[in-house]
């Protein structure tokens, strides 16, 4: 069975967690807002005024005494400017809307150099049942920036519930409650409750003549309240606030959402999402059965870049630097292709990894399938870390390797430093990066013989790896290296191709192994036309996944580390990776852990396109 997805990025947010079960939340409904917290003086000593005069118009229209405790008006501790209102979601489908935020266009998302201002303008808005209860002062936006957000959310909204709905046979949210009212900037200063006000009354005064004293009272102190003052508003975070659980669900900084390319501020590693915390360690192994193509008189040697699954905030120790010693390497190659000077990557040395070294693998469970991840031709397995601890900590032991030679650099835990073979850089190298292919099939199959030797020998990984599970991971000229090693060892059972590419020359016959193909979206399909006649020769499940918006680099770190020279305004990097992430952990959640809750690839149609 194969099954062809056309993604865009938004239709990320409608799969489920991996492994999830929570058909018992879905009649449970919650109102979500996403909201831009405002940060503007004028605007507390705005609430701190008119607090005591609204009770006090109120009391005097209900004819009541002045020290009556009873409260009407309850001023909002948080300053929020909603952007966009969801109503009637599922407790399901809150997860999908945590990171909505992050599968909006990016270069439609920005709030630069914006106009936005408080207005000396203070309303009635529609609260509950329609009744007209919250006090809201306006909000001047000149140059529709905050209107232009609202539509950018509400379309990546509506794509995310016609996606939520072919799936799970349900609408995401109530998008004509939603949007019952057309958008306008404001920020809510205080509600005023009108039932309550109703069972007070001594006199029979209507509501609508209380809101009319409130306007006249406030609009006579606002003018001098506003005069000479800066009423400029400034945005720090934009969160999802849920309306029933009164708690900020998610939160994010303007500058991560609102994020400029060209600046390198910020920009910081993709956090791993799983149950678990992750550990790292090196292994350097040999292969006496084989000799070194490059070095006659040696024996074929691999590093391996161990990541597994720790106790959850157990260790305080300090995270690992993100591409370890690999790092100088990694920012001159990316100096000498973008022709700039090394100096204007520094900032790299600085970024931190999620995981810790050396440190105990989690007795969680007793033992964790395995995945063998292989990189592209000459990228150290370090410029990929985010997917490989994103494995480890949903519970997968990863072997990142990085295969002398043709790796820049494959650094030894004995120090030994081995740089690619320049004769890669040569004409006529095509022979030789065949016979790399090879190579590399074997290295592959050699660690998985090690591996029982690692189970019963390793200090830290003693008895946690299920050598009955293990899955294979790749991309660009390593995806085709997987194929060849899973076509060829039925210890694998199951593989993830980033992005890889098949040779002319590569057999096109099917083998009996659960696949996922993942790539970027393309003009030109050659390439892609050849996954897809693999695939449908395959004789279990398969996956072919196309990534709207996709570049080679998405399904690497670089796109976002070196985001100021890498990125091309196509899909964003964090995002990118982000739904990369949530195909690989579903497809080897299905096929390694033989997960009992639903799982998104188990609804999906035969073909989905948007």
């Known amino acids: 069975m194969y099954k062809l997805f056309h993604i865009s990025a938004i239709t990320m947010l409608a799969l489920l967690p991996a492994c999830s079960n929570n058909a018992e939340n879905v009649s449970i409904k919650h109102d979500l807002f996403i909201q831009l917290q405002a940060s503007s003086d004028l605007l507390e000593s705005l609430i701190a005024t008119i607090a005591p005069l609204v009770n006090a118009a109120i009391k005097e229209e209900l004819g009541l005494a002045k020290d009556d405790t009873f409260e009407f008006f309850l001023p909002k501790k948080r300053q929020a400017l909603t952007v966009y209102f969801i109503n009637d979601i599922c407790e399901d489908g809150i997860t999908q809307v945590l990171d909505l935020l992050a599968t909006t266009d990016k270069n439609k998302l920005t709030l630069k150099d914006a106009q936005i201002a408080l207005a000396p303008r203070i309303e009635f808005f529609g609260g509950q049942f329609d009744a007209k209860d919250e006090l809201v002062i306006m909000i001047d936006d000149p140059q529709q920036k905050l209107s232009a957000l609202n539509t950018t959310i509400k379309t990546a909204a509506h794509i995310a519930d016609n996606v939520y709905k072919s799936v799970h046979s349900q609408s995401l949210y109530d998008i004509s409650k939603s949007e019952r009212y057309p958008y306008f900037p404001h920020i809510g200063l205080g509600r005023i409750r009108s039932t309550s006000i109703k069972e007070k009354s001594k006199t029979g005064v209507s509501f609508e003549k209380i809101q009319e004293r409130i306007l006249s009272d406030v609009k006579r102190v606002i003018g001098t309240l506003f005069a000479d003052k800066n009423l400029s508003l400034q945005f720090k975070t934009i969160a999802v606030w849920d309306l029933q659980k009164r708690t900020v669900l998610k939160e994010y900084s303007v500058q991560s959402v609102f994020l400029d390319k060209n600046s390198t501020q910020n920009i910081t590693l993709q956090k791993p999402t799983g149950q678990f915390d992750v550990g790292t360690t090196t292994l350097a192994l040999a292969d006496t059965s084989r000799k070194e193509e490059h070095n006659a008189t040696a024996n ?15 260790y305080s120790n300090e995270t690992e630097k993100y591409l370890g010693k690999t790092v100088e390497y990694v920012k001159q190659n990316i100096a000498d292709m973008k022709k700039i000077t090394v100096d204007k990557l520094s900032y790299v040395n600085a970024l931190k990894a999620h995981s810790i070294k050396d440190v105990a693998a989690s007795d969680t469970s007793s033992n964790y399938p395995v995945i063998i991840f292989s990189p592209g031709f000459g990228a150290p397995q370090e410029t990929y870390t985010s997917y490989l601890e994103e494995l480890a900590s949903h519970g997968y ?9 043709v790796t820049n650099p494959t650094i030894f835990p004995d120090g030994r430093i081995i740089l690619q073979d320049p004769a890669f850089n040569k004409s006529g190298s095509e022979t030789k990066k065949d016979l790399e292919f090879k190579t590399w099939t074997s290295d592959i199959k050699f660690l998985i013989h090690e ?27 390593g995806g085709r290296v997987i194929i060849e090693a899973a076509r060829q060892d039925t210890r694998i059972k199951a593989g993830v191709d980033l992005d890889g590419k098949l040779t002319s020359d590569t057999s096109l016959s099917g083998f009996d192994t659960p696949f996922m193909f993942i790539v970027a979206e393309r003009k030109d399909t050659k390439d892609q036309n050849r996954l897809q006649q693999l695939q449908k020769t395959m004789t279990k499940d398969s996956y072919f996944i196309i990534i709207k918006g996709a570049d080679h680099g998405t399904f690497t770190d670089l796109n976002l580390v070196f985001r100021p020279w890498l990125y091309q305004n196509n ?37 989905l396109k948007i």
């Open 300 to 314: 074929r040697e691999l590093v391996a870049q161990v990541y597994y699954p720790i106790d959850k905030k157990k």
């Open 571 to 607: 899909i964003d990097p964090a995002w990118g990776i982000e739904i990369t992430r949530k195909y690989i952990v579903n497809f080897f959640d299905k096929y390694l852990k033989a997960c009992s809750g639903p799982n998104f690839l188990d609804n999906f149609p035969d073909r």
């Open 451 to 477: 591996l029982p030797t690692v189970n019963s020998t390793n200090n830290i990984l003693r008895n946690k790896i299920n050598l009955d599970q293990i899955g294979v991971m790749a991309h660009s000229f």
């Open 397 to 405: 032991i990863v072997f990142g390797l990085n295969h002398p030679y």
